[in-house]
T-cell receptor
Framework: EDQVTQSPEALRLQEGESSSLNCSYT??????LFWYRQDPGKGPEFLFT???AGEEKEKERLKATLTKKESFLHITAPKPEDSATYLC????????FGTGTSLTVIP | DAGVTQSPTHLIKTRGQQVTLRCSPK?????VSWYQQALGQGPQFIFQ???????QRGNFPDRFSGHQFPNYSSELNVNALLLGDSALYLC????????????FGNGTRLTVT
């Protein structure tokens, strides 16, 4: 069964305290792994696509990596404006989303 | 460059009623997918439309139906509303039928009383 599991469910960081979010997955025929950011009351905002194990993508303070069974979203020196829910999704025959990690960055 | 737009933003309906939600895809996109997101959960796939046909469907009952128009815009219809249908309904567009990132609208918040 295709599924996505994200951990932790919630994460509180001090401003500047780096950390990582985990996304583990099982999917038949992975077409791509996607990271999204979702602010309260908004739709998910696309961040990254990763297609194969070993691939890495970076954008500002965020870096996404992919292995054959999991992906990590590394957040370096986060700022309060990075507070949001981060969603991971995999595409097999359809898109499967995890339940997200709620990140709070405290000034 | 307009992104994905959805209407209405909020809707309150009574159990048993029917509802229609609307979506205009991002410019240049021809594929539209609909998702249901309950509070604290990730989006759940309802169905996908490409070339005016339903191409894929998730695990949702036939009360959920849709349509795609020649201009690629789409509608989601839900009949015989249940309390459990209360959720954020998200429309996502993408380019082509194959793998490409989904771009989401801000959703329609449906409350069923």
């Amino acid at each position: 069964e295709d599924q996505v599991t994200q951990s932790p469910e919630a994460l509180r960081l001090q401003e500047g305290e780096s950390s990582s979010l985990n996304c583990s997955y099982t999917v038949s025929g992975l077409r791509g792994l996607f990271w999204y950011r979702q602010d309260p009351g908004k739709g998910p905002e696309f961040l990254f696509t990763l297609y194969s194990a070993g691939e890495e993508k970076e954008k500002e303070r965020l870096k996404a990596t992919l292995t054959k069974k999991e992906s990590f979203l590394h957040i370096t020196a986060p700022k309060p404006e990075d507070s949001a829910t981060y969603l991971c999704a995999v595409q097999g025959n359809q898109f499967y989303f995890g339940t997200g990690t709620s990140l709070t960055v405290i000034p | 460059d307009a992104g994905v737009t959805q209407s209405p933003t909020h809707l309150i309906k009574t159990r048993g009623q029917q509802v229609t939600l609307r979506c205009s895809p991002k410019s240049g996109h021809d594929t539209v997918s609909w998702y249901q997101q309950a509070l604290g959960q990730g989006p759940q796939f309802i169905f996908q439309y490409y070339e005016e046909e339903e191409r894929q469907r998730g695990n949702f009952p036939d009360r959920f139906s849709g349509h795609q128009f020649p201009n690629y815009s789409s509608e989601l219809n839900v009949n015989a509303l249940l309390l459990g249908d209360s959720a954020l309904y998200l429309c996502a567009s993408s380019s082509g039928y194959a793998a490409s990132p989904l771009h989401f609208g801000n959703g329609t918040r449906l409350t069923v009383t």
